[in-house]
């Protein structure tokens, strides 16, 4: 009874957002991630999942363990009319050991971090007063109860999840090829002692930190300490970890194993029980391993990002994960992005609901640019697929993925010298973003059309929706 109302009343609220802001859902293109039969059919993976290095001439391409970035060698300089006002990027943060959650209850698989690790240390005021604090995570204690958890790695000294030293190898290269656009080729980038000019913002994730280190020597390779300003996890719209009611029964909706959202996981129930036999996992479980392929692709990309193999059951080391059948949860992740950010009819209201916060945050940072009030040039946020996928959503880009390891959208307002009249362009992996919506490809798409399209798409009400 309760629901049926709670149904009733959260259906009128859903139309009036309709109403009231011309929300509207343009479906993405025909692609290998959004067929079904492709995605269950093909063989090969959707993408380069065993090495961070894309051949040159393959640049651009979908790289899940390191993903293209604006480069000199691929950048688009506009024509001279155009110049350049201000830079916004938002990323996902590079490779990284998998999350403890996605990590079975025994590993094969040894991951080694006697080399790397977090800092965790304070400082105040004084220089002198303090020193650098790096951990590692101890394992094969007497502890009697380390033996009743998970993740079961054994003689692994890394926390779960950290960047690993490749992952920080490659954010120093995104901060360099950024430093090669930005600062060489156009001349933009503020100096690095013109701190006033840049911010770089961070999660309470170590692993956007732990990125910002990498890409920060690499942007800056004069300085020795960046500021990440972080916002509390009650607010924070990066991560984003702020709650949302309706955000989450949106997307509880969307991922119904009684709708659409089952049919996938239903016709792939005997892959999902090839790779049971191997992880030890068991399809009744309660922490999402069966309810989606998220967990099983998390823990095989990682694996073979970093060079390592497939894994066997630790009971009978002759039954392994095959390559094939990585490839196609590799195609399924791809398919699920795909569904739940853009495919399915409430998609564009859901990446809204999670990333409206942040565009609000943005256009502010534009409007205050053009009215002269914003002394910062770049911004750079460092965050996660949960925020770089409902960005893609919320602007409908046209050809969706799972964003992968530093997956970038870079966000570059522009004034035409000779009308005053400001631009946006919207670059995802190097290139100007397509979309689904009117406004096309995002390549030098009047400001106004930029923010009708988000006053259209963004509730307006967004504190009150989410209660
Ligand atoms: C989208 O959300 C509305 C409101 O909850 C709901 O009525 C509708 O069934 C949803 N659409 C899908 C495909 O889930
Ligand atoms: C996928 O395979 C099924 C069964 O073999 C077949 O019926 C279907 O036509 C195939 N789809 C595509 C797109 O190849
Ligand atoms: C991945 O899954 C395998 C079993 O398939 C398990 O042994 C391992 O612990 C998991 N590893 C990670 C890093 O998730
Ligand atoms: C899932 O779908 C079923 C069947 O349409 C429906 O009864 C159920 O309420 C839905 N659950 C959620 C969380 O939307
Ligand atoms: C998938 O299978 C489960 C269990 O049999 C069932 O409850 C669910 O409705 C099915 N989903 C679809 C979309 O067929
Ligand atoms: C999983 O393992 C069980 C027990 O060894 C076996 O009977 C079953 O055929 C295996 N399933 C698949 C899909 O390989
Ligand atoms: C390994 O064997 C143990 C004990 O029989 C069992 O509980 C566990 O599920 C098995 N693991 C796998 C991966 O089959
Ligand atoms: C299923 O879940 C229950 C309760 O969490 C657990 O006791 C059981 O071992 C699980 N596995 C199977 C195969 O029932």
């Known amino acids: ?3 049926k109302i709670t149904l009733t009343l959260f259906t009128a609220l859903i139309a009036s957002i309709a109403q009231v802001n011309g929300l509207t859902h343009y479906p993405p293109s025909n692609t290998p991630n959004t067929d079904l039969n492709q995605v269950l059919n093909g063989t090969e993976a959707p993408g380069i999942y065993w090495s961070s290095n894309t051949p040159d001439s393959q640049y651009g391409q979908y790289n899940w363990c390191h993903m293209p970035h604006v480069r000199k060698s691929e950048y688009v300089v506009p024509s001279k009319e155009y ?8 990323q996902r943060h590079h490779k990284r ?3 403890a959650s996605n990590t079975f209850f025994k590993e094969g698989i040894p991951w080694d971090c006697s080399q790397e690790g977090p800092y965790h240390h304070a400082k105040n005021a004084n220089p002198d007063h303090t020193s650098q ?14 033996k009743k958890v998970g993740p079961g790695f054994v003689g692994s000294t890394c926390e779960f999840p950290s960047i690993t030293s490749e992952g920080i190898d490659d954010a120093l290269a995104h901060g360099q090829d950024i430093r090669g656009v930005y600062g060489d080729l156009l001349g933009f980038l503020p100096h690095s002692n013109e701190k006033e000019k840049y911010s770089f913002r961070v999660t ?3 692993i956007t930190s732990q990125t910002l280190g990498g890409f ?3 942007l800056f390779p004069d300085l020795e300490e960046h500021t990440g300003w972080i916002q509390d996890d009650s607010y924070d719209s990066l991560k984003p970890a702020l709650a949302c009611k309706l955000r989450d029964t949106i997307g509880s909706q969307i991922a119904n194993l009684s709708s659409e959202w089952g049919t996938h996981l239903n016709l792939t129930s005997e892959l999902r029980e090839r790779f049971n036999n191997v992880s030890g996992i068991e399809f009744n479980d309660t922490a999402g391993w069966s309810t989606s392929w998220d967990h099983p692709y998390d823990n095989m990309s990682a694996k073979q990002c970093h060079g390592k193999p497939l894994p066997c059951s630790t009971n009978n080391t002759a039954i392994c994960i095959q390559q094939e059948d990585a490839n196609t949860i590799y195609r399924l992740g791809n398919y699920e992005y795909a569904y739940r950010w853009r495919m399915s009819e409430n998609s564009t209201l859901y990446s809204a609901l999670t990333m409206g916060p942040w565009f609000i945050e943005l256009q502010d940072h534009f409007k205050t640019k053009m009215e002269g009030t914003n002394p910062i040039k770049y911004a750079h946020n460092f965050a996660h697929d949960g925020s770089v996928a409902p960005v893609l959503g919320l602007l409908q880009h046209d050809e969706p993925l799972w964003p992968g390891m530093g997956s970038e959208v870079v966000f570059e307002l522009y004034k035409k010298s000779k009308t005053n ?13 397509k979309t689904s919506t009117p406004l096309g490809t995002l390549n030098m798409v009047p400001y106004s059309d930029f923010e009708n399209y988000l006053k259209d798409t963004i509730p307006s009400n967004l504190v009150d929706l989410c209660k």
């Open 1 to 3: 009874m309760i629901d």
């Open 83 to 90: 110049e350049l006002q201000y830079v916004e990027v938002i």
């Open 97 to 99: 050991t998998p999350y």
């Open 133 to 146: 604090v790096v951990w590692q995570r101890q394992t094969g204690s007497q502890n009697p109860f380390e």
């Open 204 to 206: 309470s994730n170590v």
């Open 216 to 218: 920060g020597k690499g």
């Open 421 to 433: 009249e400001y631009y946006i362009r919207v670059l995802f992996s190097g290139q100007p973003l």
